[in-house]
């Protein structure tokens, strides 16, 4: 499985994060799709096949084991982020909460 580091996230590429719905609202990559992990069986369709996709959660566990289902399902255009949530934060890497608190993983 191909890992990509956070510094090396290109501003063309689709983030997934896979986290939990309060993991998203605490804190999130700028421009990210949310998608929690136990939604993409049902929600497949909605993950791009075109483009690149970075697929990110809190520290690359589940982020994974998401890559190797789509990769089940024949998708050939996945990276996991290497460290996840908590590199891209370490990382400086642009984030926004909604929930109106500064930005943060937990």
Do not use: F, T
Not at 2 to 15: F, I, K, M, R, S
Not at 44 to 59: H, Y
Request: with cysteine.
């Amino acid at each position: 499985m191909e890992q990509v580091a956070p510094a090396a996230v290109d501003d063309g590429v689709v983030v997934l994060d896979v986290r939990e719905s309060d993991e998203w609202q605490a804190g999130h990559a700028e421009g990210a799709v949310h998608l929690p992990m136990m939604e993409v069986p049902a929600r497949i369709g909605e993950i791009p096949r075109d483009r690149p996709v970075v697929v990110a959660c809190r520290s690359g566990k589940r982020s994974a084991q998401v890559i190797a289902y789509l990769q089940g399902h024949g998708y050939d255009n996945l990276r996991n982020l290497d460290g996840g949530m908590q590199a891209w934060a370490g990382a400086a890497r642009p984030m926004v909460s909604d929930d109106g608190q500064p930005a943060r993983v937990i």
